[in-house]
């Protein structure tokens, strides 16, 4: 049992989530660099992804930290790159993604910590021992995704590291709050300040398009209880981090994308990360900036093109077929 209380600092959280992510991001040398711009502009725009790929490469290697950070980050992306590199040879993509060193490389994130606590805090984050300590340099740098897909890995580990990593609740978004309220027993609090009332807030569903990130409606319990079945149906298409499977299903199935949201929510929870569709790196590409970008439903269609499978997904198929069709394609 629990028994840490923490109260809530507006005026404190309000300030750290408006400075914090500009200057965490203005640390990372290169990150200002016009040659850096051009590039990220010209990948959002999606038109080249070789040529963007290419220029971050040669970014990196001239030393610019925010390229080698960039890289480090669409190299552990496969969707985001694999449509590149599959015409390449195992050297040219070597050589594009990755430092020379050894058979395979190394990851650009090692050169950048050498000189960037942003990129330090990536690597530790990779690591069960140091996954605690990285959090609040990734959620202060404005990396929310990454820290908190690392959040249960830290639970799992145990009632210390749990204990440890509410430490950083006041710079935590709500999709992280409502899974350490799940786990530990005290008294929480949302962004808002107003208290997270049930001790369970994932099991019990509530509020539910936070809970349905951690615990979507699968197809087995679709199929059998009504109860979930109109829950997901209700407010799967209320997840902010989903918004652009929002625009996918509405494209593709019309008046079936509340169904579709739902399958594409299980379906997406089951093969892929929390909070999927979030900017690679979200210090030097805010996420809405990609969301905004023409890239976007394009890397859409390819990260659900890699997990849809209708012929191994077949309870998918039963929650909403348009959307097994339309991802498959």
Do not use: K
Request: charged share 20%; with cysteine; net charge negative.
């Amino acid at each position: 049992m629990l028994c840490l209380i923490h109260r809530p600092r507006l005026a404190l959280v309000v300030l750290i989530l408006s400075v914090w992510p500009l200057s965490i991001a203005a640390q990372v040398s290169g990150a200002d660099a016009p040659e850096f711009s051009t590039a990220v502009t010209n990948w959002l725009n999606g038109e080249d992804d070789l040529a963007a790929l290419q220029t971050l490469s040669e970014l990196a290697q001239a030393n610019n930290a925010a390229a080698q950070i960039l890289l480090a980050r669409l190299e552990r992306t496969p969707h985001l790159t694999a449509h590149v590199t599959e015409t390449l040879t195992r050297a040219e993509r070597i050589a594009l993604l990755r430092m020379p060193g050894g058979l395979s490389g190394r990851s650009w994130m090692t050169a950048a910590a050498e000189t960037t606590p942003l990129a330090q805090a990536f690597l530790d984050n990779a690591g069960q021992d140091t996954r605690v300590e990285s959090l609040r340099t990734l959620y202060e740098a404005g990396e929310t995704a990454a820290a908190t897909r690392s959040l249960p890995g830290v639970i799992s580990y145990g009632t210390v590291d749990l204990v440890r990593a509410m430490e950083d609740l006041d710079v935590m978004p709500d999709e992280a709050r409502i899974l350490i309220a799940s786990y530990a027993a005290a008294e929480l609090y949302w962004q808002s300040g107003a208290a997270i009332q049930i001790a369970n807030p994932i099991a019990e569903r509530r509020p539910p398009e936070l809970a349905l990130i951690w615990r979507p409606v699968f197809p087995a319990e679709w199929a059998e209880s009504p109860a979930a079945r109109e829950l997901a149906l209700a407010n799967s298409i209320n997840i902010e981090s989903l918004s652009p499977l929002r625009t996918f299903c509405s494209t593709e199935c019309g008046d079936q994308a509340s169904a579709c949201i739902a399958a594409g929510a299980a379906l997406l929870s089951a093969n892929a990360a929390t909070l999927p569709f979030a900017s690679p790196s979200e210090s030097l590409i805010p996420t809405d900036r990609y969301w905004q970008s023409p890239r976007i439903d394009a890397d859409v269609r390819r990260l659900l093109h890699t997990i849809a499978d209708p012929e191994t997904q077949t309870g998918f198929v039963a929650m909403n077929a348009c959307f097994m069709q339309a991802a498959s394609n």
